[in-house]
């Protein structure tokens, strides 16, 4: 989950951890413990409201997620981010109680750092979100436990891990029309949450917030710092910044305004990543290249150049007009105003186009291989 602004470092988590003045936190001056124990005090009071959107949500109890996932056992930790570790559990597919490993359906069990205050206000978000929200491109909110000072969250189990893992540390690279199939279902997501009833800002879009089932099929997760959008007619709300460098909008990052095309900003920082198989902010890349927008954005407006920034590891499967295509979306995505930016919707529009484009070469190069066996065949 984002943080709020710290110094870039040599991985992916590099979270936003000042906010430049936004933060009207008059505590920060108090003790943590006093801090943590007055948030608790808060917590307890917004629980009611937790509630009446949890209906479908079932309330773990400690011991039954700790029966679940074998007492937290390293060996079944699935990672480990801002808000705490995950860990795979199973459960009873009817009754959602624990199961023995492999009996039942497995699910992914996040434990917040009871010293956090950050997991703290990113748990009680995220269960008031997926309690109200649901579609099929956004993850999956089972249920959560607080108990004991702890702040768990249940959700269900995703395969194929995140799009970061598969895009930066998998042997096994993904091919082009996965490629797609996966922006597709990103950009589902999150026109589904800019045009619901009240619009929602997710505010920290990221390759790693992007979870894939069995069948690539991709969902959103990782909620805690969503908000709801712009009300009376303005274009944006003033909050703290908080995120991911390298993915939030320029505009963000300078005065805290978000904008619901924000996120389209973020969008693109992804799709160029997809594009290129390189991360948005590396700082062990040399100077100059450290920020991926900043170097490969002059690269996407003409084919030669755009061929020399694409993922080799694609191989060059891919058709060209639909690189050409996506590049020229991204830029998009990537204008400085955001009233320059398309919609979520366009963005889908335009993956779908792209998404018809199929590779050439490959037809031609199968064609000619039938060509050539029924040529042996006759003079056999």
């Not at 011991?63 to 795979?88: I, Q, S, W």
């Not at 199961?99 to 205050?117: E, Q, T």
């Not at 069948?215 to 710092?225: M, Q």
Request: proline content about 4%; charged content about 25%.
């Amino acid at each position: 989950m984002g943080n709020c602004f710290q110094k870039p470092r040599n991985n992916n988590n590099n979270k936003i951890n000042e906010h430049h003045g936004f933060n009207s936190d008059n505590n920060n001056n108090k003790p943590h413990a006093e801090r943590i124990k007055e948030k608790g005090v808060t917590m307890k009071k917004d629980m009611a409201a937790v509630n009446t959107v949890t209906r479908n949500l079932r309330m773990f109890t400690l011991d039954e997620l700790k029966t679940a996932t074998r007492n937290f056992r390293p060996d079944t930790m699935l990672g480990e981010g801002g808000f705490g570790r995950v860990f795979k559990g199973w459960v009873d597919q009817n009754t959602l109680k624990p199961s023995k490993v492999g009996v039942g359906i497995p699910v992914a069990v996040k434990k917040s750092n009871p010293d956090s205050l950050q997991g703290l206000q990113e748990w009680q978000s995220e269960v008031k979100f997926l309690g109200k929200f649901s579609h099929p491109n956004l993850v999956k909110l089972v249920g959560y436990c607080w108990e004991e000072n702890q702040f768990l969250l249940v959700y269900e189990y995703m395969q194929k891990g995140s799009l970061e893992n598969h895009l930066f540390r998998s042997p096994e690279p993904l091919a082009w029309d996965i490629r797609i199939k996966i922006a597709i279902g990103a950009a589902r997501g999150l026109d589904f949450l800019h045009t619901s009833e009240k619009s929602v800002i997710y505010r920290d879009f990221k390759s790693s917030n992007i979870l894939l089932d069995g069948d690539y099929n991709a969902k959103l997760s990782d909620f805690g710092l969503a908000k709801l959008g712009p009300v009376n007619g303005r274009s944006h709300v003033t909050t703290r910044v908080v995120g991911t460098y390298g993915y939030a909008a320029p505009e963000y990052m300078a005065t805290g305004h978000l904008y619901v095309k924000s996120d389209v900003y973020g969008f693109g920082v992804v799709l160029l990543e997809m594009l290129t198989g390189l991360i948005a902010l590396d700082t062990n890349r040399p100077s100059g290249q450290q920020n991926l927008v900043e170097w490969i954005k002059p690269s996407l407006y003409e084919k030669r150049k755009l061929k020399k920034v694409m993922d080799p590891n694609l191989s060059e499967q891919y058709p060209m007009k639909a690189a050409l295509e996506m590049a020229h979306l991204i830029l998009k995505c990537l204008e400085e105003d955001p009233k320059n930016r398309p919609s979520m919707e366009q963005v889908l529009q335009t993956l779908e186009k792209v998404q018809i484009i199929k590779y050439k070469h490959k037809v031609k190069k199968e064609r000619a291989t039938t060509m050539h066996h029924q040529h042996q065949q006759r003079h056999q």
